[in-house]
């Protein structure tokens, strides 16, 4: 069974710059989640979807990120402008479940973005 | 919010020694996760326990969930280099909506084992 797959794994932009994100979830994954995690921390939420709509974007800054997940499969998370405190490991996580009782979370490798 | 201490932060052993690390929380939780992740790696599922009490073992992993289920500790006998890595625990926090919860983690403890 594929992993869930992200892209780029590597990111370097000036402050000021936009850059995208892509997520492919694994097959069949109805919940699929973007976390940011900086360095030394443990991943903290940013966006959660079911299927194409969003559950939960509460601690997602919106004024310079925005994400979305066109039919409910692939997902892209945008941040415009960057700024440096944005400099992280974006993580890409899908789940069959929407019950957290059942969920395990299968995560991509991650997407590490350095803002200069 | 919800929220998941670990200690310690980092852990520095030679390969064979046995270690304990802990989540804690004020926070009563209907369940607890372990993932492992390795650098440059997402995390990975170790275990998730839901009973408080609850012992859980996977070959020399062993993870237990306080009876209060505001915490719950991972040992490890005889560590080996593989597992060097970065132990998260994570609990379902806030109410998300349509049936789920959001997972939130702690900081993570970082061991690392010297062969």
């Known amino acids: 069974e594929a992993g869930v797959a992200q892209s780029p794994r590597y990111k370097i932009i000036e402050k000021r710059q936009s850059v995208a994100f892509w997520c492919n979830p694994i097959?069949?994954?109805?919940?699929l989640y973007w976390y940011q995690q900086i360095l030394g921390q443990g991943p903290k939420l940013l966006i959660q979807?079911?299927?194409?709509?969003?559950?939960?974007d509460s601690q997602l800054p919106k004024d310079r990120f925005s994400a979305e997940r066109l039919k409910g499969v692939d997902s892209t998370l945008k941040i415009q402008p960057a700024k440096l405190e944005d400099s992280a490991v974006y993580l890409c996580?899908?789940?069959?479940?929407?019950?957290?009782?059942?969920?395990?979370?299968?995560f991509g490798e991650g997407s590490r973005l350095t803002v200069l | 919010t919800q929220l998941l201490e670990q200690s310690p932060q980092f852990l520095s052993i030679q390969e064979g020694e046995n270690l304990t690390v802990y989540c804690n929380s004020s926070?009563?939780?209907?369940?607890l996760q372990w993932y492992r992740q390795e650098p440059g790696e997402g995390p990975v599922l170790l275990v998730t326990?839901?009973?408080?009490?609850e012992v859980k073992k996977l070959k020399r992993l062993t993870f237990q969930f306080g009876d209060a289920r505001k915490d719950s500790s991972l040992h490890i006998t005889a560590a080996q280099p593989g597992d060097t890595g970065l132990y998260l625990c994570?609990?379902?926090?806030?109410?998300?909506?349509?049936?789920?919860?959001?997972?939130?983690f702690g900081k993570g403890t970082k061991l690392s084992v010297i062969p």
């Open positions: 996580a899908s789940s069959a479940a929407g019950v957290w009782d059942t969920g395990e979370l299968f």
């Open positions: 097959s069949g994954h109805a919940t």
């Open positions: 979807f079911q299927n194409n709509g969003v559950v939960d």
């Open positions: 926070s009563v939780f209907s369940s």
């Open positions: 326990v839901v009973t408080g009490g």
């Open positions: 994570a609990g379902p926090g806030a109410y998300s909506g349509a049936g789920s919860y959001q997972l939130t």
